[in-house]
């Protein structure tokens, strides 16, 4: 069975310090795996996905992560964090030619100025 | 965004009531999914849909259950409201080995 572990519950920075959140899944096989955006008050957005090929995979407002097969790991980062980057950060796996798609239980990220 | 809608938004119900939620989409996506939302546990699934009458469970699926006459609407249904069922229930589809996306969220309270 697919599962994913997020081991940054809580995590609280200054504006310009750099990110790095952990991502840990558990399945043998091929997977997608993508990391979600939650600002408060809202649904979850994109931030990135990887399916093949680079395994450091840009996304939308800075942020990237690298796939490392042989952890099982796909960390999200960001080189200097914004205030408006404050929100709850979800990993999520989705086993190739499965229909399930796993989240994990979210990092809450605080950025202060 | 996709076109994604959850009914209602909100909803207080007492214990031992049945609630249905509704997800419609008008993206003609095959596979739709319902989360719940919890602090601390993060999104959980409860279960989901690959096509029209094809359901399975998924992680919380107990006194939840599913149906999915239409391509477009994936109904929840709480048959016996209990409080531990209070949360934020969000709804998400897919198309094929793609990204997902979701609804705006439903917030139940079950007092």
């Known amino acids: 069975a697919q599962s994913v572990s997020q081991h940054n519950h809580h995590v609280i920075l200054s504006e310009a310090a750099s990110l790095e959140l952990g991502c840990n899944y558990s399945?043998?096989?091929?997977?997608?795996l993508f990391w979600y955006v939650q600002y408060p008050g809202q649904h979850l957005q994109l931030l990135l996905k990887y399916f093949s090929g680079d395994p450091l995979v840009k996304g939308i407002k800075g942020f990237e992560a690298e796939f490392i097969k042989s952890k099982f790991s796909f960390n999200l980062r960001k080189p200097s964090v914004q205030w408006s980057d404050t929100a709850e950060y979800f990993c999520?796996?989705?086993?190739?030619?499965?229909?399930?798609?796993?989240f994990g239980t979210g990092t809450r990220l605080q950025v202060f100025p | 965004d996709a076109g994604i809608t959850q009914s209602p938004r909100h909803k207080v119900t007492e214990t031992g009531t049945p609630v249905t939620l509704r997800c419609h989409q008008t993206?003609?996506?095959?596979?739709m999914y319902w989360y719940r939302q919890d602090p601390g546990h993060g999104l959980r699934l409860i279960h989901y849909s690959y096509g029209v009458k094809d359901t399975d469970k998924g992680e919380v699926s107990d006194g939840y259950s599913v149906s999915r006459s239409k391509t477009e609407d994936f109904l929840l249904t709480l048959e016996s409201a209990t409080s531990s069922q209070t949360s934020v229930y969000f709804c998400a589809i897919k198309e094929g080995q793609t990204e997902a996306f979701f609804g705006q969220g439903t917030r139940l309270t079950v007092v």
């Open positions: 999520a796996v989705n086993a190739r030619f499965t229909d399930k798609l796993i």
């Open positions: 399945y043998g096989g091929t997977v997608n």
């Open positions: 993206e003609n996506h095959r596979y």
